[in-house]
């Protein structure tokens, strides 16, 4: 391993680190690495399709529940904020204790806050077991990795991610149109209690075939006092990212909390340098192609999250789809990455990452530029074919940058990888969602006066204007009850072409980030440590 490469992660008293240890074998169906894959499938896709079926659910809660928009949005935001904020810890705990006993207590756990959501009779509860669900699929999605990692041989673990990220990005793209049908046709509820039958067939499934695997270096304490600083760091990062929209980034208290997550970040670093099993080794990321892996995780979540989240209201708002229609219309993106993921990790195996990632990122700012260029009347066929793009650039960094960050960790901190790799997405979505829509924000802010004009309506008052300026940025025509329709159909265009040229500039950021993100892609290569879980169980 050259220099460049090598990672400091001796455990204590110096020792190497080793593969796995000398623990159960492989037995019939137990710690068979395919039936792993789909027993942890399985769980994963219950936090992935979580992320984005209850946006669907929103309006309806917040008319069965009495529920302000304030209070409805932190449906959604405590979710990503407990997630975020637990995902490495959770991580620590699969390596200190096991990826599978900490799988079968998230599954558990994660069906479990579901339940009680359907039950629940307040918004504020709704809130509270949101949490619960971040927290307990913080504990799912790292040990996920960490069983893949321990179970399949270097030849085989692409392809196996492949399949992996698969699952994810068909659940994450499937979930409005699920959500749509359930909320359409059954109730509100139904959204979150179709979590306890999958979390119950994961949880029997696990049972039957996860086995335990651990390595000899594995963390024998805790670092408390790590913990409490980087999930303060977290949570002020994550929290500016979230209030920033309301606030404003001029905002005090949005540079407060940006501050104030800087010197945490700082202070963790410092202390992980005295404690004797520090919660992340930062010997991690003297490792070129690990840190390149998670920086690339975050730009390409600010490209896809960040461009995405204006695609769903012009589809809606813009096109007057009803959300399952405008799911129906993203099927090019899902069916690119389901087919696209299994093909990149067969062609990262055979050629390794650099050029996939690479080629990959490249794919995803053509598609959002070309995303740059919808208008109005932009039928469906020519939307498809960029959507399509997105999701056959996608698929390949999904895959590739997990094998090169999980890849590129010793053994033992399989599942701190696993985690670093989720928050970098996390927080990623977060950022591209909190930085496109105040390029979205400024761009309708600076247009849309001059177009309201332009088209001759009448003038707005000051307060007046900042709520059609609201309204525009999700692509929705500020008309007041009572307005004749000849100018209600004025007003409509004004909004959509001040959307539109809101949505065009915010989709050339992200394109330019996705750029930033080929060129970081050169950094990467295959896992160093990737051998480690080779010749764990059986293919």
Not at 248 to 267: C, E, I, M, N
Not at 273 to 291: D, M, N, W, Y
Not at 369 to 376: A, K, Q, R
């Amino acid at each position: 391993m050259t220099s460049q490469t090598a990672i400091d992660s001796t455990g204590p008293e110096g020792r190497t680190p080793a593969g796995p240890s000398e623990g159960p074998r492989a037995e019939g169906l137990r710690g068979h690495p395919w039936f792993t894959l789909l027993t942890v499938a399985v769980g994963v896709m219950m936090v992935a399709l979580d992320g984005t079926i209850v946006a669907i659910a929103n309006p309806a809660i917040a008319s069965d529940l009495g529920a302000t928009f304030a209070e409805v949005q932190w449906i959604t935001n405590a979710y990503f904020l407990a997630l975020a904020v637990s995902l490495i810890t959770a991580g620590k705990l699969g390596d200190r204790f096991g990826h599978r006993q900490t799988f079968l207590i998230g599954v558990v756990g994660f069906a479990a806050a579901s339940g009680a959501i359907g039950l629940s009779d307040s918004i504020a509860l709704v809130v509270v077991f949101r949490v619960f669900q971040g927290v307990f699929g913080a504990l799912l999605m790292p040990a996920a990795l960490g069983l893949l990692r321990a179970t399949f041989p270097a030849e085989k673990l692409n392809m196996a991610i492949g399949l992996w990220g698969m699952v994810i990005g068909a659940s994450t793209a499937g979930g409005p149109i699920l959500g749509g049908v359930l909320v359409e046709h059954v109730n509100w509820q139904s959204v979150f209690f179709i979590n306890v039958p999958v979390g119950c067939l994961a949880l029997v499934l696990g049972v039957l075939i996860l086995l335990d695997h651990r390595a000899e270096n594995a963390p024998r304490s805790f670092d408390v006092l790590g913990i409490a600083l980087l999930s303060g760091a977290m949570f002020c990062l994550v929290w500016a990212l979230i209030k920033a929209p309301a606030w404003g980034w001029g905002d005090g208290a949005t540079w407060a909390f940006v501050l104030g997550s800087a010197v945490l970040f700082a202070v963790f670093a410092y202390w992980e340098t005295k404690v004797r099993e520090p919660l992340i080794p930062l010997g991690l990321f003297r490792s070129v192609p690990l840190s390149a892996g998670v920086v690339l995780m975050v730009l390409m979540a600010i490209a896809f999250l960040g461009g995405l989240f204006f695609v769903t209201f012009y589809l809606q708002n813009v096109h007057g789809m009803s959300p399952i229609d405008a799911g129906l219309h993203l099927l090019p993106l899902t069916g690119m990455m389901i087919v696209g993921s299994p093909l990149a990790g067969a062609l990262i195996t055979k050629l390794g990452p650099r050029i996939p990632l690479a080629g990959g990122m490249a794919a995803t700012a053509i598609a959002m530029y070309g995303m740059s260029t919808l208008e109005t009347d932009t039928g469906s066929g020519v939307m498809s074919v960029w959507f399509a793009l997105l999701g056959l650039g996608l698929a390949p960094v999904m895959v590739g940058a997990t094998e090169v960050i999980v890849g590129n960790a010793p053994m033992e901190l399989s599942g701190v990888a696993g985690g670093l790799q989720q928050a970098a997405m996390q927080i990623g979505g977060s950022l591209g969602t909190a930085v496109l829509g105040a390029v979205m924000a400024s761009k309708v802010d600076s247009d849309l006066p001059v177009n309201w004009k332009g088209a001759g309506l009448p003038e707005l008052t000051p307060a007046q204007l900042d709520q059609a300026s609201e309204a525009v940025q999700v692509g929705a025509a500020p008309v007041a009850k009572g307005t004749p329709e000849a100018i209600a159909a004025k007003i409509a265009d004004v909004a959509h072409d001040t959307f539109i040229s809101g949505m065009s500039l915010a989709s050339l950021v992200a394109s330019g980030v996705a750029v930033v993100a080929v060129v970081v892609a050169l950094f990467t290569k295959r896992g160093e440590n990737a051998d480690a879980g080779a010749g764990v169980g059986h293919i």
